[in-house]
């Protein structure tokens, strides 16, 4: 156990820390002497939930979690190289989503206002190589 004082904007605040591997350093927000420590594991991010992909198409997956702001594409719907295809709100931040692929969308598996988390399977295109 290391006693150490931190000072936070100009409060000190006196803690009492118990060092288990010095290897494995974690950053973690600073907590009041009266703060009760983290002990419970986060939960485990949902995994994407199963699609039935088609011929060989190309799955676009989601790089975060978020809600989808607009969906601009719909099966039939043929797209370019780079493409924006989902916009997604993640942060007060809109992020667009581009087409891996040239190809025709074969499937659309959201819709606007979707909540997503990072990997969940978003369309499908056929054609381009994967």
């Known amino acids: ?7 936070l904007e ?22 009041p002497a009266a703060a009760k420590p983290l002990t419970t594991a986060l939960p485990a991010a949902a995994a994407a939930p ?7 198409g190309r ?10 702001f607009k969906c601009l594409v719909k099966p039939g719907d043929v797209v370019t190289f780079n493409q924006v295809v989902i916009v997604l709100d993640a942060m ?3 992020t667009p989503v581009y087409a891996p692929v040239a190809g025709t969308i074969t499937a659309v598996f959201v ?6 988390d990072e990997g969940h399977i978003l369309l499908q295109i056929d054609g381009g190589p994967k």
Do not use: F
């Not at 156990?1 to 000072?7: A, F, G, H, P, V």
């Not at 100009?10 to 907590?31: C, F, N, Q, R, W």
């Open 92 to 94: 007060k931040m809109e």
């Open 111 to 116: 819709k606007e206002g979707d909540a997503v």
């Open 10 to 31: 100009g409060k000190s605040y006196d803690v009492t820390v118990e060092v288990l591997d010095e290897a494995t350093v974690m950053h973690s927000p600073i907590l």
């Open 59 to 68: 799955i676009v997956a989601s790089p975060m979690a978020g809600l989808i």
């Open 1 to 7: 156990m290391k006693k150490l004082r931190i000072t």
């Open 50 to 56: 199963p699609v039935a992909v088609s011929g060989d």
